[in-house]
């Protein structure tokens, strides 16, 4: 006896064979934490990428204002920032199991950097309650994106 295709229906032809898919045949869905942690992953890619733009556009600055850190620095920090979050949302995307442990070290290493350009460069009265909130917004970051991924284990990867 001849077992049906697991996808579907086989339909064959003197030229080809073709798989005929059911109506409600659908792609495992991805939990929603690795779903919201695909988004969250791009939304800081994109992030960097927007800071990126706008420092190079505003490199001459630094000679008029005097402005520390260096923005090339900046520049680059950004730029390396936008190509590792893009290329770990692309390896999320395709299931590599090193992003379990990528996602959540490389979101740690941007907190480590903003938080540590927020202490040692902004002007501290009025600018250290947005370092507080952006800082509490990336250790948050980095705890959810670990439970998820880590709790996603078990059936996504």
């Not at 620095?73 to 692309?90: E, K, Q, S, Y």
């Not at 970051?141 to 439970?147: C, G, K, V």
């Amino acid at each position: 006896m001849r077992r049906p295709h697991p996808l579907g229906q086989i339909l064959t032809t003197d030229a080809q064979s073709i798989i005929i898919l059911p109506m409600g045949f659908s792609s495992p869905k991805r939990p929603l934490t690795v779903t919201i942690t695909f988004w969250s992953v791009i939304f800081l890619g994109t992030w960097n990428l927007g800071r990126a733009i706008a420092i190079g556009q505003q490199l001459n600055l630094p000679t008029v204002l005097n402005l520390q850190p260096n923005p090339r620095l900046r520049l680059v920090a950004a730029g390396l920032f936008t190509l590792l979050f893009f290329i770990l949302a692309w390896q999320l995307w395709w299931k590599r199991p090193f992003t379990i442990r990528a996602i959540p070290s490389t979101i740690a290493w941007y907190t480590l950097y903003e938080t540590a350009v927020w202490l040692f460069f902004a002007q501290p009265p009025r600018n250290w309650s947005l370092w507080i909130i952006s800082s509490l917004f990336l250790i948050s970051s980095i705890l959810f994106t670990r439970w998820a991924l880590q709790r996603a284990t078990k059936t996504h990867f």
